[in-house]
Antibody, heavy 121, light 110 residues
């Protein structure tokens, strides 16, 4: 069974940093691209960032480019999102999601339960 | 990076068919067959129900089908059931190397 478990969310002040993590199990983590998708409670989904199996292709939504960094550790079956210079509009539930492919962005065939990030003073 | 355009809400009676549209541009839906659809129940994570325009993952009911024409993708649910009441999101790969979601459609089963 594919399982994705996020952690690291919490309350953080504007301008500060936070790193969220995702541990994967039930599939060969090093064979698939991975993503972060966020959702403000009661609102729609927003793709944040994606990373291919070997970290060779990485990209970000314009709203986070230059502030967020995605990375992965295939030896630890883990995905990370380093979030710097956080703003109120970054407040959301952050989902870790598995891509159906390895070398690009295709479809998200497994999702975690999410970790809530709240940016507020 | 404007979101793909979906109707905010659709409704139908049990047994009927409904279609949800998802309109993009030639930079996304119009030039890539990487369109997927997600179903989300309140308080739950999304689940993929259609990928690559019209492919269904294993375990997804064949009442769900997808199609594409030009810059618009569509999700059709036939034989509507109460359990289909949920939010639905489309997504497409884009020329900018990002995944773009639609704003979401709330389906109400009357």
């Amino acid at each position: 069974e594919v399982k994705l478990e996020e952690s690291g969310g919490g309350l953080v002040q504007p301008g500060r940093s936070l790193r969220v993590s995702c541990v994967a199990s039930g599939f060969n983590f090093d064979e698939y691209a991975m993503h972060w998708v966020r959702q403000v409670p009661g609102k729609g989904l927003e793709w944040v960032s994606g990373i291919t199996w070997n970290s060779g292709n990485i990209d970000y939504a314009d709203s986070v480019k230059g502030r967020f960094t995605i990375s992965r550790d295939n030896a630890k079956n883990s995905l990370y999102l380093q979030m710097n210079s956080l703003r109120g509009e970054d407040t959301a539930l952050y989902y870790c999601a598995k891509d159906g492919g390895s070398s690009g962005w295709f479809w998200l065939d497994a999702w975690g339960l999410g970790t809530l990030v709240t940016v507020s003073s | 990076q404007s979101a793909l355009t979906q109707p905010a809400s659709v409704s139908g009676s049990p047994g009927q068919s409904i279609t949800i549209s998802c309109t993009g541009t030639s930079n996304d839906i119009g030039n890539y067959n990487v369109v997927s659809w997600y179903q989300q129940y309140p308080g739950k994570a999304p689940k993929v129900i259609i990928y690559e325009v019209n492919e269904r993952p294993s375990g997804v009911s064949n009442r769900f089908s997808g199609s594409k024409s030009g810059n618009t993708a569509s999700l059709t649910i036939s034989g509507l059931q109460a359990e289909d009441e949920a939010d639905y999101y489309c997504s497409s790969y884009t020329k900018s190397n990002i995944l773009l979601f639609g704003g979401g459609t709330k389906l109400t089963v009357l």
